[in-house]
């Protein structure tokens, strides 16, 4: 599976947009870009996925680049709930199946 | 009600014992997996089954085994414990028929190997 690359930490302030990047350089055409988040304590959980082109959900965001070899998960009012490890996986949309390939992720702290 | 359930949610055991972890899901989802976290990493898949009768060995088989009793029910067990099996374990599931098979989660069992 492709590799990603993410910053290992980000901060933001309370009610501030939230962007997190993170290039996938080596990403093949059928890879699909997902982004999940592991609060404290708790199991990870989806928060967005997508192909080519820009996603929304009510959670989020999701900016792929053109050449799809970057993308950008987007807060846009980041809580103090958004505080967690965001992590942005790649998944073969041919094979499927497959186990989720966890790198460390990006650690956000949200201060008030 | 949550979807994916773990038992125990704690648990502390001695070298040597076997133990099992449960994982209940009321998804209706035919495939599940386990993972291990270990502190400050991401996840580690041990072992993921994609219907009752197949059951595949992840990344990080050696010292585990898995039972699929029912679509519903995937066990984890470590049939001799050791210390370097401390860590979280955690079970998901996922529908293949569903955009981006979506994995979810459960709330993790926390493992202390002594």
């Known amino acids: 599976d492709a590799k990603t690359t993410q910053p290992n930490s980000m901060e933001s302030n309370e009610e501030e947009p939230v962007h997190l990047p993170c290039n996938h350089s080596?990403?093949?055409?059928?890879?699909?870009i997902h982004w999940y988040r592991q609060l404290p304590s708790q199991g990870p959980e989806y928060v967005i996925h997508g192909l080519t082109s820009n996603v929304n959900n009510r959670m989020a965001s999701l900016a792929i680049a053109e050449d799809r070899k970057s993308s950008t998960l987007i807060l846009h009012r980041a809580t103090l709930r958004d505080a967690a490890v965001y992590y942005c996986?790649?998944?073969?949309?041919?094979?499927?199946?497959?186990?989720?390939?966890f790198g460390k992720g990006t650690t956000l702290s949200v201060s008030s | 009600d949550a979807d994916v359930t773990q038992t125990p949610r704690n648990r502390i055991t001695k070298t040597g014992k076997r133990i099992m972890l449960e994982c209940s899901q009321t998804?209706?989802?035919?495939?599940m997996y386990w993972y291990r976290q270990d502190p400050g990493l991401g996840l580690q898949l041990i072992y993921y089954?994609?219907?009752?009768?197949?059951?595949n060995k992840g990344e990080i088989s050696d010292g585990y085994s898995v039972s699929r009793q029912a679509q519903a029910k995937f066990s984890l067990s470590l049939e001799s414990a050791i210390p370097n099996q401390t860590a979280l374990y955690f079970c998901?599931?996922?529908?293949?028929?569903?955009?981006?098979?979506?994995?979810?989660f459960g709330p993790g069992t926390r493992l202390l190997v002594l």
């Open positions: 089954s994609f219907d009752v009768k197949d059951i």
């Open positions: 998804k209706g989802h035919d495939r």
């Open positions: 080596t990403i093949s055409g059928t890879d699909y």
């Open positions: 998901a599931t996922s529908d293949p028929r569903l955009s981006g098979e979506t994995q979810y």
């Open positions: 996986i790649l998944r073969d949309g041919l094979r499927g199946g497959t186990a989720l390939i």
